[in-house]
């Protein structure tokens, strides 16, 4: 070891003994600052992450490889030096390891010169440090890969420009077999191959931050075989080529070969263990999370998922096939045999084709692929069918990417594969079980109580008692064992428990038989089971299958193992007409919201003017309400009170067409939720919030041209659309734990009565800036240039921060305690305004359970599609963080938080940090400044070794004499030859 650390302090100092080394660590430098600021804009891309660094390191490390190895043997060569270096005691691999390490040495200096730029986006936003330590990593097992081809093609020849052409060439090879441009022209499975083969592909998983053990052993195996080829070369010319060597020369040859063969060999055995990485980044995205592999391990039937890609598809997708392949084969190693993966070419299975199409709904999508000269259409396939049971969901290939701009092109990712996976996964299993299926997984029995007084119940609901028993009964019969029940009138003397014990325990007060009368009656059911417990409340018609359907519902509710539902209610979209008969759309509809959460659960929407909702319901969504009835409160209110959770994108204001001055206009809700709202102790205040933290909105500006008017749209700063960054935002609250922002279109200020609130757990999620401002009349939604022409609106006189939502758990009490509910003066039949009223009242519940909570935004448009329209075509996909709060709300409120763990953890194509806008050219300035004066340093240290050098003998005659005589000891002629290399 010592001989090997000898040649390569040899080496180093001849390196940094001419200006060979500042030139070659100046020019990569250069290169590596200019491909990360100017070619790949660094800071147009506003993304917190060394991405642009390591892009064209495969490609410079090329060009430094071959120019540092070009002159190591060629020289040696030509100066007629080599000979007497093979004479040298020391062994030739000790030769061709030493000159390997010096140029690994040598390009490792030159990288951690560019360590300055992690430094610098780590001042400027939040970076992941797992991809760069990766990324360094992979750098430094490509240089060593890429320098032991260089030396041993130096080897073989004396003319040094031949010997770097040659490196470049075969270099570049080995990167340009895996890279896209030579993949899109071979079919999936040879370019999977390829892709195993190239250099340039292997390097991107690594600097994603991903250690695999097959990535460090390609790189490790590359270097070897052309180490082993460099000595193989190097003891060749020694050889003679007598028959007395002959032996010799082929049992070099043949140990040489079989352990190449074997380094092969290894790499081939361990190509199919995908589990064996390490995942440096910060949320582990690239690995199963705990949410993930504890649904897979309750999997109580097999889970297929198959992949439809097409051998011939879109060049920017096929990088991205093995990526899912990789990932649907970690769900199969972690499911234990539990999940079934394929993944076919339905062009090569014309059957399984035909049932995509047929009974999954699944066709090929066409792709425009542009050549030099032509362009053309192929149909792909790039979907993914999930299936468990006789349920099965879906994914196209528009479900899975996203496609970001960046420099002056595109680039597809995967948006968040393991969340689209996992969240799909948890549809289709939730949505297959039965309620047998719950009972028998459950751990405890299930114990139901039936409180009924018979004596006092109201004629109308006289057969309701026997119809709950006949339920609970029917359910117990078919349990095995799982659940009994038993029937209790609290108000006998005989009865286990008081009507006071029930009020304590649960909170359930007696229904009035009727204004006038002083009866009272009960008809609840307590379910129980280990340390839950639940109060099935009557809802609806109480006919047979409603009661069955509450005990369901709540039995599910009790389980994580079942599809939860989100009921909607939003203003109709139904287009009216106006006075002269002319048909007119609607401006809002809200289906992007609708579809975003049919990812993950069941979608219904409500009909509040029934006055009820179904227990059945596990989340309540009140958008932007509006024309509201006594009725429409009263069924929110009684949900609430049955300990639900309802969230209300509740603004004042909301966007009309305006028909006068043509545009939009806003207009004042006066009919919604306010009255109820307050009662719980939330007032929404009739106006807007303003802020100077915005997100621009396309304006028509007219432009004075000569003697003419022009009117064009710009993009200009638009207060009413707040835009809620990090600092305004709830800290260490899952609600918005995973969003960098969120905009709020014409958001009313939300206020919090701390005196009714006094015993409830009240949150501020989000809120605006300090310099923000309040609008008291909602309607002037438009810029006024003439009377404000810097920006159009009026400047405040005083700013501050306005709450924006609001989230609270506790008991609340009912807004209709004490008065008649609204069934006892509606009607009981149908009309043609709308539909019937249930024909029973169960009667009012007075106070709701802790478990009830409410979600306030302040804002009824956020959601709005014509909104997201907006965003979309002036800030690309943020509009995306509007959709994800409101599902990161419905986890939250039907406690699903493992959907939240994955989402938290992202794929960096969801969760990016931002830069700073402040110091563009200062920071880069000074990241050119850092590279100078690292030069300099290397530049005055080279001059001073030149300086100090003396005059050496090459050899010493007498070394040589020491090595023949053999009288000298091993550790003094070890110390001898050491000297003797140096010299």
């Given at each position: ?262 380094l092969l060999v290894v790499n081939v055995w361990v190509y199919p263990l995908r589990s064996l990485r390490l995942d440096l980044t910060q949320y582990h995205e690239y690995s199963l999370s705990k949410a993930t592999r504890n649904l897979l391990d309750g999997l109580q039937e097999p889970l297929l998922i198959r992949g439809y890609f097409s051998e011939r598809t879109h060049p920017l997708l096929a990088p991205l096939v093995p990526k899912v392949r990789d990932m649907l084969q970690e769900y199969a190693i972690a499911s234990r045999g539990r999940v079934q993966v394929e993944i076919i070419d339905p062009a090569k299975e014309p059957e399984k084709e035909a049932e995509a199409n047929q009974v999954y709904g699944i066709t090929p999508t066409p792709f425009q692929i542009a050549g030099r000269y032509e362009a053309s259409i192929i149909n792909s396939y790039f979907d993914i069918l999930v299936q468990y049971g006789d349920q099965s969901v879906t994914l196209g290939f528009s479900d899975l990417i996203e496609v970001k701009q960046e420099g002056n092109g595109i680039n597809v990712y995967l948006r968040n594969l393991e969340y689209d996976l996992t ?561």
């Open positions: 070891m010592k001989q090997i650390l000898t040649i390569t302090r040899k080496e180093l100092r001849s390196y940094f003994g001419s200006p060979m080394a500042m030139i070659f660590i100046g020019a990569f430098l250069v290169a590596t600052l200019f491909s990360f600021f100017w070619v790949d804009t660094f800071f147009a891309r506003g993304i917190a992450d060394v991405r642009p660094l390591f892009r064209w390191m495969p490609v410079l490390m090329i060009f430094i490889a071959a120019a540092l190895t070009m002159r190591q043997w060629s020289e040696e060569q030509r100066a007629g030096t080599l000979e007497i270096l093979l004479t040298l005691p020391v062994s030739t691999y000790q030769l061709v390891i030493g000159k390997f390490l010096a140029v690994v040495a040598l390009i490792g200096i030159a990288l951690a010169l560019t360590f300055f730029l992690p430094i610098t986006v780590a001042l400027l936003g939040n970076l992941d440090w797992g991809p760069v330590f990766g990324g360094y990593l992979a750098a430094i097992l490509l240089a060593g890969a890429y320098a032991a081809i260089g030396l041993f093609v130096s080897s073989r020849t004396d003319n040094q420009i031949v010997a770097l052409i040659s490196t470049v060439l075969v270099c570049g090879a080995f990167y340009l077999v895996g890279s896209t441009g030579v993949t899109n022209f071979v079919g999936n499975e040879v370019g999977e191959i390829l892709r195993a083969v190239g250099a340039g592909s292997r390097f991107e998983s690594i600097q994603r931050g991903v250690i695999d053990l097959r990535d460090l052993l390609y790189y490790v195996t590359l270097a070897g075989i052309f180490l082993v080829l460099n000595v193989l070369s190097l003891k060749a010319k020694g050889w003679s080529a007598g028959e007395q060597t002959l032996p010799k020369r082929r049992g070099l040859a043949l140990t040489s070969a079989l352990l190449i063969v074997n969240s799909n996964i948890k549809k289709v299993v939730y949505g297959f079980q039965s309620v047998d299926t719950v009972l028998a997984s459950l751990s405890d029995p299930v114990v139901v109580t039936i409180y009924v007084t018979p004596k006092t119940m109201p004629q109308p609901l006289g057969e309701i008692p026997a119809t709950m028993e006949k339920v609970v009964q029917e359910i117990a019969a078919q349990s095995n064992g799982k659940l009994t029940y038993t029937v209790v009138d609290p108000t006998q003397p005989n009865s286990p428990v008081t009507p006071q014990e029930l009020y304590d325990a649960y909170g359930i007060r007696p229904f009035a038989a009727s204004l006038f009368s002083n009866d009272v009656y009960y008809m609840h059911m307590i379910m129980k089971t280990g340390d839950q417990e639940n109060v099935i409340y009557p809802a609806g018609e109480m006919s047979e299958a409603d009661v069955r359907n509450a005990v369901e519902s709540t039995l599910k509710r009790m389980s994580s193992g079942f599809l939860k539902v989100v009921g909607i209610w939003s203003p109709s979209t139904t287009p009216t007409q106006d006075m002269y008969g002319q048909t007119i759309q609607p401006l809002s509809s809200w289906n992007q919201v609708r579809e975003a959460l049919r990812q993950e659960y069941e979608v219904r929407d409500l009909d509040l003017s029934t006055g009820y909702i179904a227990p059945d319901v596990d989340v309540v969504l009140v958008i932007a309400p509006q024309g509201f009835t006594d009725m429409e409160l009263y069924a929110i209110d009684q949900y609430l009170m049955r300990g639900g959770t309802v969230l209300l994108a509740a603004g004042n204001t909301v966007i009309a067409q305006d028909p006068y001055a043509g545009g939009i206009a806003g207009r004042l809700i006066t009919d919604g939720v306010a009255g109820l709202l307050e009662h719980y102790g939330i007032t929404v205040q009739p106006g807007m919030v303003l802020d100077s933290q915005n997100e621009p909105f396309p304006m028509p500006v007219v432009r004075q041209v000569g003697n003419y008017q022009i009117q064009e749209y710009q993009a200009l700063n638009y207060p009413y659309f707040v835009d809620v960054r990090a600092d305004g935002m709830a800290k260490n609250n899952t609600l918005v734990s995973n969003l960098a922002a969120i905009t709020l279109n014409w958001s009313s200020p939300i206020q919090v009565n701390p005196e009714k609130n006094a015993e409830r757990e009240v949150e501020v999620l989000l809120s605006s800036t300090s310099g923000a401002w309040f609008q008291s009349d909602p309607t002037n939604i438009q810029p006024d240039f003439a009377l404000y022409p810097e920006s159009g609106f009026a400047q405040p006189s005083s700013t501050q921060v306005y709450t924006l939502a609001v989230s609270v758990q506790g008991t609340f009490d009912s807004y209709f305690a004490g008065k008649a509910s609204p069934f006892e003066t509606a009607q009981t039949e149908g009309t043609e305004e709308g539909p019937a009223a249930p024909t029973t009242n169960p009667g009012t519940i007075d106070k709701s359970p802790e478990t009830a909570r409410l979600l306030v935004v302040g804002s009824a448009e956020f959601v709005d599609d014509i909104v997201f329209q907006i965003s979309k075509s002036m800030s690309g996909d943020s509009y995306l963080n509007s959709l994800q709060f409101v599902k990161n709300a419905v986890a939250w409120a039907t406690e699903d938080l493992d959907l939240l763990e994955i989402q938290a953890r992202g794929a960096e194509s969801r969760i990016l940090a931002s830069l700073k806008e402040s110091g563009q050219s200062f920071w880069e300035i000074l990241n050119y400044g850092v590279a100078l004066l690292a030069l300099l340093g290397i530049g005055g240290f080279a001059a001073m070794r030149r300086r100090n050098e003396q005059p050496m003998e090459l050899i010493k005659p007498s070394a040589i004499g020491r090595q023949r005589s053999g009288r000298t000891s091993r550790k003094k002629r070890d110390a001898a030859s050491s000297e003797e290399v140096e010299q």
